[in-house]
């Protein structure tokens, strides 16, 4: 099983799986401690952060600069990581219904590519349940493994407000 040793030693790997407003801080934030890949369906924004940019300005240039996050859109990078982050958005229809199609796809994308003891944590915004009525089954079928048995999830809320600059990832409090 994939542990906060196995992570800070550099044994295992940490994937972010979607770097817009809350993927990304949390990718930077991470990589000073550990060893991350930030996964993004969108070559151009790979390119973009490859470069040191970052168009949603959440995360500077210079802070860019001193972190060291391998950024793909190549799903296979995901092989080699054992506790994984999915941070992708969910955004509402003109009904407020949720769309829970990113959440799937990025689902659908890391059960692929999920291993025996890993842990898998949702950071996206959703309804209470929709991590195991949608989520898990996603999982358990595209990897073949069982959760609870050969790996583990996880639901942490995001906790980001985008653009606000007084409360980052760094000041909130998050259990």
Do not use: W
């Not at 942490?156 to 998050?174: A, C, F, T, W, Y």
């Amino acid at each position: 099983m994939v542990t906060y040793e196995s992570l800070i030693h550099r044994k295992d790997r940490l994937a972010i799986v979607g770097l817009g407003y809350v993927g990304l801080p949390l990718a930077v934030a991470m990589s000073r401690h550990f060893d991350v890949v930030g996964y993004d369906l969108k070559v151009e924004r790979i390119a973009e952060l490859q470069t040191g940019l970052d168009k949603t300005l959440e995360v500077s240039r210079e802070e860019l600069a001193q972190v060291k996050v391998q950024y793909t859109s190549n799903p296979e990078d995901l092989d080699s990581c054992r506790f994984l982050i999915v941070a992708v958005p969910t955004p509402i229809d003109q009904y407020r219904i949720p769309d829970l199609n990113p959440l799937k796809s990025a689902s659908q994308t890391v059960g692929r590519h999920l291993s025996k003891g890993s842990c898998v944590v949702y950071e996206s915004t959703v309804y209470p349940g929709a991590t195991e009525e949608v989520c898990i089954p996603i999982l358990e079928k595209a990897s073949g493994l069982l959760m609870g048995r050969d790996f583990t999830v996880g639901y942490s809320p995001e906790r980001i407000n985008p653009g606000d600059r007084q409360h980052r990832l760094e000041s909130i409090v998050k259990i």
